[in-house]
């Protein structure tokens, strides 16, 4: 099956602890996305890369990290600099450049306490 | 900077009702994408529109996108509780290397 998987689907952490959330895609594509939803509200682009070991910063980048050492894996570090990591984290990818519908993972849900 | 914008927020409706949401671009886009997601789901692509006036059906989903390529609207004829979720468009932002979400329209359907 081919796809988007991301774990854990809820993760719990201590204030002051980073985390890592994974992201992992076999649809052979080249670009990948992270996005932060909070209740209620849109999608907001945190970091994007279109290929591999080359990433950009998206709308709300301050307090994390990313890195793309292999084309089917993004990992997201969510870092205690992020003032508000409280949300509902979504991974996605597509085709080269944003022409391409985005496919998206299942989520992985953060609480921060 | 660039903005896609969306109305309403929320909409309520009895089912058999239709449905209607907006999508406004501050700039041209070369396509733009619609993307349903179910309370507590994740985004799903539903369809891409890229020609000027180009109109689209799935089942009694419609799609319409302006002649001037800057706005689009999702029409739903006869809603069902399936339909139940948040409706987002999307297009490419000018360097086309990332996709510029709007705020999505919150749809709720009472049975």
């Known amino acids: 099956d081919g796809g988007i998987t991301q774990s854990p689907k809820y993760l719990f952490r201590k204030e002051g602890q980073n985390v890592t959330l994974s992201c992992e895609q076999n649809l052979n594509h080249d670009a990948m996305y992270w996005y932060r939803q909070d209740p209620g509200q849109g999608l907001r682009l945190i970091y994007y890369s279109q290929i591999v070991n080359d990433f950009q910063k998206g709308d709300i980048a301050e307090g994390y990290s990313v890195s793309r050492e292999k084309k089917e894996s993004f990992p997201l570090t969510v870092t205690s600099a992020q003032k508000n990591p409280t949300a509902f984290y979504l991974c996605?990818?597509?085709?080269?450049?944003?022409?391409?519908?985005?496919?998206f993972g299942p989520g992985t849900r953060l609480t921060v306490t | 900077g660039q903005q896609v914008m969306q109305i309403p927020q929320y909409q309520h409706v009895q089912e058999g009702e239709d449905f209607t949401t907006y999508c406004n671009s501050s700039?041209?886009?070369?396509?733009i994408q619609w993307y349903k997601q179910r309370p507590g789901g994740h985004p799903v692509f539903l369809i891409q529109?890229?020609?000027?006036?180009e109109v689209k059906k799935q089942k009694r989903l419609t799609f319409q996108f302006g002649e001037a390529k800057k706005n689009s609207s999702l029409h739903i004829t006869a809603t069902q509780t399936t339909d139940v979720g948040t409706y987002f468009c999307?297009?490419?932002?000018?360097?086309?290397?990332?996709?510029?979400f709007g705020a999505g329209t919150r749809l709720f359907v009472k049975a």
């Open positions: 996605a990818s597509s085709m080269w450049l944003a022409d391409y519908e985005q496919y």
């Open positions: 700039t041209t886009l070369s396509n």
């Open positions: 529109l890229v020609k000027s006036g």
């Open positions: 999307a297009g490419p932002n000018t360097g086309g290397f990332k996709t510029i």
